[in-house]
């Protein structure tokens, strides 16, 4: 990677860290404006981010749930109290042009998918607390030895990790992408914190309408937050988005409204329609959702996907 990841740049901007929780972000907004110099500052606006993500912790509002839980006493619906790693690896099985991918799975999640593929850790607490030194020690190791291209912060949902994250990076040195892979029901306030630490958002962009949302991953309003987090981070920077087809009416109901969507918004998005679906977890408990999609099924949403002019990618 010739150009610096963006986490390093914030390195490179010197902040003031204020006492006041509405003076941090004030004083971020307008260091986000900032150009980064040639030297590491401290404190810096990493820093910054940090200290404003320990408040936001103790009052907690990362996803849209808004728990308003003090996360150092309990947690909330995610469950999350610190952060778990269930497990982490160099991944052969990303989009091609992430691979490898440092790929750093996280237990818990803010959405309780019926049908989810990883629900031994979304929904179930598993792994092991590691310091941010030992983790941004692993990508410096997996990156000299394994050639990692990025470091991928995935769950469960790397939402409630958010703290963690930023401080993870702020021990890491090595120049390396940050892929924030994630099912996008983020609260701004994340997002705001998110600016200039992502270089690329992989999103899980599920439904096309709330009602489907709530039935099946219990995440209500569903479309309008997961649709304007969408549109707030194609500002920000690069967006790989995966679409996993669904059996069922979903393919005619939900497909075409996301790709509406994505086509009237997102021009530079790149997109992954997905054909793994299998049923997992709870999924025979809905009819629908109890099989895999048929072949003609896949080929109706092929179908549908070359209607619009959106930018495709595979795995």
Same mark, same amino acid.
């Given at each position: 990677m010739k150009e610096k990841a963006r986490f390093l740049l914030l390195k490179y901007i010197e902040a003031e860290i204020p006492e006041s929780f509405e003076k941090k972000v004030h004083i971020h907004d307008i260091l986000m404006k900032k150009n980064p110099g040639n030297t590491e500052k401290e404190p810096n606006l990493l820093d910054l981010k940090i200290e404003i993500a320990k408040e936001i912790f103790e009052n907690c509002t990362f996803c849209e749930r808004r728990c308003m839980v003090n996360r150092y006493e309990k947690s909330g619906f995610c469950r999350v109290k610190s952060s778990l790693i269930s497990c982490a690896f160099p991944h052969y099985g990303e989009e091609r042009v992430l691979i490898p991918s440092g790929t750093i799975f996280f237990s818990g999640c803010n959405a309780n998918c019926v049908f989810c593929q990883n629900w031994d850790i979304s929904q179930y607490l598993t792994g092991e607390e590691w310091s941010a030194a030992k983790t941004a020690e692993w990508v410096t190791m997996n990156k000299m030895r394994n050639g990692i291209i990025n470091v991928n912060f995935v769950g469960g949902e790397p939402t409630p990790n958010l703290l963690y994250i930023l401080e993870v990076l702020k021990e890491l040195d090595v120049n390396i992408p940050i892929i924030w892979n994630s099912n996008f029901y983020m609260s701004e306030e994340t997002m705001k914190l =998110? @600016?200039? %630490? %992502? @270089?690329? +958002?992989?999103? @899980?962009?599920? +439904?096309? /309408?709330?009602?489907?949302? =709530?039935? +099946?991953? /219990?995440?209500?309003? +569903?479309? @309008?937050? %997961?649709?304007? /987090?969408h549109k707030i981070a194609h500002e920000q920077c690069d967006m790989i988005i995966r679409i996993l087809v669904l059996p069922g009416k979903w393919i005619e109901e939900d497909l075409p409204r996301i790709l509406d969507f994505i086509e009237k918004n997102l021009p530079n998005a790149r997109i992954n329609l997905m054909s793994q679906y299998r049923p997992e977890w709870k999924a025979d408990m809905y009819p629908e959702l109890s099989r895999r999609v048929t072949d003609k099924e896949w080929q109706k949403a092929l179908e549908i996907l070359s209607r619009y002019s959106v930018k495709s990618i595979g795995m």
């Open positions: =998110l @600016d200039g %630490v %992502v @270089d690329l +958002y992989l999103s @899980d962009f599920k +439904y096309g /309408n709330n009602e489907r949302a =709530l039935e +099946y991953s /219990n995440l209500p309003n +569903y479309w @309008d937050i %997961v649709t304007r /987090n």
